[in-house]
């Protein structure tokens, strides 16, 4: 098992930034990407990036493109998310994922955190 735990959410104006953390703990060494999702009010769950540890090669959603980074601190096993530029249409539950690879679906990452809240006001 994997456990994984989020922290960096919260309430911020429209054009700030927000960094979240993801932490893994337990079998790690079966995690090849950590990524993450999100879920606004009445939406789907979508993709917003994914970090490869192999390849250290990143994906990103059209939507976060050129505002968002992802990186990962290997020997913390940690991945991180640089959040810039927010805006409204970002306020969401933000999911840290863990599987074997890369992928935009959620059922190919076998492990989730709770959820962080990210509001952000206009």
């Known amino acids: 098992q994997v456990q994984l735990v989020e922290s960096g959410g919260g309430l911020v104006q429209a054009g700030g930034s927000l960094r979240l953390s993801c932490a893994a703990s337990?079998?790690?060494?079966?995690?090849?990407?950590m990524g993450w999702f999100r879920q606004a009010p009445g939406n789907e769950r979508e993709f917003v990036a994914v970090?490869?540890?192999?390849?250290?090669?990143?994906v990103y959603a059209d939507v976060v493109k050129g505002r968002f980074t992802i990186s990962s601190d290997t020997e913390k096993n940690t991945v991180y998310l640089q959040m810039n530029s927010l805006q409204p249409e970002d306020t969401a539950v933000y999911y840290c994922a863990a599987g074997p690879g890369i992928s935009y679906r959620q059922q190919a990452y076998p492990y989730w955190g709770q959820g962080t809240q990210v509001t952000v006001s206009s």
């Open positions: 337990g079998r790690t060494f079966s995690v090849g990407a």
């Open positions: 970090f490869n540890r192999a390849y250290i090669s990143t």
